[in-house]
T-cell receptor, first 113, second 113 residues
Framework: GNSVTQMEGPVTLSEEAFLTINCTYT??????LFWYVQYPGEGLQLLLK?????DKGSNKGFEATYRKETTSFHLEKGSVQVSDSAVYFC????????????FGKGTKLTVNP | DVKVTQSSRYLVKRTGEKVFLECVQD?????MFWYRQDPGLGLRLIYF???????EKGDIPEGYSVSREKKERFSLILESASTNQTSMYLC????????????FGEGSWLTVV
């Protein structure tokens, strides 16, 4: 079945540091890939997505590139801020109108001033 | 903006009680979902619904049922609450198009004592 594996947390960085959160997937066909973010006490919000190979999703300084050859969708940001502290989830949907979204287990990021 | 509203943010219920978690979306989405979120386990799909009066079991349906009598409303029912159902419950919705974004509510924290 489809699955998503993302790096274990927690991740602690200083403000302005470079961030990478690794995400790899297993899926048949051509899935769409997503990063969601969950701020403390809130539900999940879409951060960015990519629907085909080599697409780059970007939002709020974050970006991720859909790499079919390495089945990866790593999240990066060049300079993190304290306000980026949250839990980040990588997810995939395997196509078709009835597909389910499969999530990774989440990576907690803490950014210190 | 899409809005997914969960009726209760925080609930405390007793073991054996029947519990209803209500979710309403305002964007005429066909698909709706219920997930639970637990530390270290990420998000797990309980049930989903393709459209009105349709439902499918997710990965962990035991102990839960759902109701979708109207397109905008998707209810999760715990027939007899147990302490192992203490969790954060997240409702989500999406249009019937492959790769489309899933929108989440803010979550309902349920404690069963």
């Amino acid at each position: 079945g489809n699955s998503v594996t993302q790096m274990e947390g927690p991740v602690t960085l200083s403000e302005e540091a470079f961030l990478t959160i690794n995400c790899t997937y297993t899926a048949t066909g051509y899935p769409s890939l997503f990063w969601y973010v969950q701020y403390p006490g809130e539900g999940l919000q879409l951060l960015l997505k990519a629907t085909k190979a080599d697409d780059k999703g970007s939002n709020k300084g974050f970006e991720a590139t859909y790499r079919k050859e390495t089945t990866s969708f790593h999240l990066e940001k060049g300079s993190v801020q304290v306000s980026d502290s949250a839990v980040y989830f990588c997810a995939l949907s395997d196509g078709g109108g009835s597909e389910k979204l499969v999530f990774g287990k989440g990576t907690k990021l803490t950014v210190n001033p | 903006d899409v809005k997914v509203t969960q009726s209760s943010r925080y609930l405390v219920k007793r073991t054996g009680e029947k519990v209803f978690l209500e979710c309403v979306q305002d964007m005429d989405h066909e698909n709706m979902f219920w997930y639970r979120q637990d530390p270290g386990l990420g998000l797990r799909l309980i049930y989903f619904s393709y459209d009105v009066k349709m439902k499918e079991k997710g990965d962990i349906p035991e102990g839960y049922s759902v109701s979708r009598e109207k397109k905008e409303r998707f209810s999760l029912i715990l027939e007899s609450a147990s302490t192992n159902q203490t969790s954060m419950y997240l409702c989500a919705s999406r249009t019937w198009t492959a790769g489309n974004t899933i929108y989440f509510g803010e979550g309902s924290w349920l404690t069963v004592v």
